[in-house]
Structures are given as structure tokens and as C-alpha cells.
T-cell receptor, first 115, second 111 residues
Framework: DTGVSQNPRHKITKRGQNVTFRCDPISEHNRLYWYRQTLGQGPEFLTYFQNEAQLEKSRLLSDRFSAERPKGSFSTLEIQRTEQGDSAMYLC?????????????FGPGTRLTVL | DQQVKQNSPSLSVQEGRISILNCDYTNSMFDYFLWYKKYPAEGPTFLISISSIKDKNEDGRFTVFLNKSAKHLSLHIVPSQPGDSAVYFCAAIKGTYKYIFGTGTRLKVLA
């Protein structure tokens, strides 16, 4: 399977704890994206990497959130001091930049529950 | 400020008939539109896309229509199959990377 993979698939944590999620994109893809999806909503853009450079962060991404893509391959999303409002599905997507429009391919997501 | 709207949260269609899913947008600067399908416990799967310079794109059973004057796009699925039952999201993009998604429409195809 050469699709986007995410780990863990589910995470339950207590308020105030830190959590880290991992995303492995499709191997030749140089762009990587993080989205958040809450119940009844579509995915909302959080941040975007071109290779290892983080090029944009949404206002949704508070100071408690940090994302990295150290070698331009996998990425991690860390949430510090989790709050109940952080409970959501966190989706990762990747694409191959080319002339014109590149299509984003999504992973299965990590469902976070903050108690 | 919801720039991409899917006003029908759900739709039921008989197997073999046409499914029409609708999406409205407010920003005339969007230059590309996409449809994704999502099954429970899976990520969204790309279905079909259309550039703002076109008004129709077809791929097998799936056709997307774009009406720029009305700022409206629709996805037609013909014939509908039970395996098409899923949540469908439309997305719009301005530039090269930031997708803006609608809230989704749950399609149920009845056998």
C-alpha cells in the first residue's frame, strides 16, 4: 500500500497532556498538509509543508500546536496541554507539486479524544 | 464565513437512478474545484475535479458541472450504486494548495 498513512489511528488522552501524531506521505510527494475535521464539518486547513519548509499556518493553529517535517518526508503534529476543544479527526494529505493544479491525497486520519 | 456551502446534509436515492449533489461558493476567485468521497473511519478519497475555465468534466459514472455565473457546482452520479453511499465533500481552491471544504452531504443509495 503506497497511500498516505497516519499513526496512531485513535488517541484518547486526558486534558493537559501532550500528544503527537505522525504522517507518512506518498513517497514521491513533496507537499504535505494537515487538516482538522470536527463533527458535521468539512476538513479545515491547519498547515502546509513544501519539502521540509512550513510555508503557511492557519489561525486555527494556536501556540500549543506545532508541526514539523524534518527531512521532507514524514511529518509530526504535536499538541501541547490538550483541551477538550482539541477533540477532532486530524487528517494528513500529500501531493506532488507540478505545473497547474496538484491533487491532495488523504490519509485515514487520527481521531483524538480529550477527556 | 462559509465560503463553500453544501446546503443538503443528506440525500437518499434509489439504486440505478441519478444522484445529484450540490455545492455553492461565494468567492469568484476560486480557480479549481474538487469532489471527495468519505467512508466512515477513512480519509477523504479524491473523485473528480474541474478547472474554473471549464463547465463540465466527466469520469465514468461521475460528472461535475460548474456554473460560474451562479457560483454553483454539482456532482452527478449515474447510475447510482449502493457502494456510492458515503459523505461527499466539495472543495474549492485559490492558488495551489489551500483547500476550502464544504460541510458535506451524506448520500444513501437504496438497493
Amino acid at each position: 500500500d503506497t497511500g498516505v498513512s497516519q499513526n496512531p489511528r485513535h488517541k484518547i488522552t486526558k486534558r493537559g497532556q501532550n500528544v503527537t501524531f505522525r504522517c507518512d506521505p506518498i513517497s514521491e510527494h513533496n507537499r504535505l498538509y494537515w487538516y482538522r475535521q470536527t463533527l458535521g464539518q468539512g476538513p479545515e486547513f491547519l498547515t502546509y509543508f513544501q519539502n521540509e519548509a512550513q510555508l503557511e499556518k492557519s489561525r486555527l493553529l494556536s501556540d500549543r500546536f506545532s508541526a514539523e517535517r524534518p527531512k521532507g518526508s514524514f511529518s509530526t503534529l504535536e499538541i501541547q496541554r490538550t483541551e477538550q476543544g482539541d477533540s477532532a479527526m486530524y487528517l494528513c494529505a500529500s501531493s506532488l507539486a507540478r505545473q497547474g493544479q496538484d491533487t491532495q491525497y488523504f490519509g485515514p486520519g487520527t481521531r483524538l479524544t480529550v477527556l | 464565513d462559509q465560503q463553500v456551502k453544501q446546503n443538503s446534509p443528506s440525500l437518499s436515492v434509489q439504486e440505478g437512478r441519478i444522484s445529484i449533489l450540490n455545492c455553492d461558493y461565494t468567492n469568484s476567485m476560486f480557480d479549481y474545484f474538487l469532489w471527495y468521497k468519505k467512508y466512515p473511519a477513512e480519509g477523504p478519497t479524491f473523485l473528480i475535479s474541474i478547472s474554473s475555465i471549464k463547465d463540465k468534466n466527466e469520469d465514468g459514472r461521475f460528472t461535475v458541472f460548474l456554473n460560474k455565473s451562479a457560483k454553483h457546482l454539482s456532482l452527478h452520479i449515474v447510475p447510482s450504486q449502493p457502494g456510492d453511499s458515503a459523505v461527499y465533500f466539495c472543495a474549492a481552491i485559490k492558488g495551489t494548495y489551500k483547500y476550502i471544504f464544504g460541510t458535506g452531504t451524506r448520500l444513501k443509495v437504496l438497493a
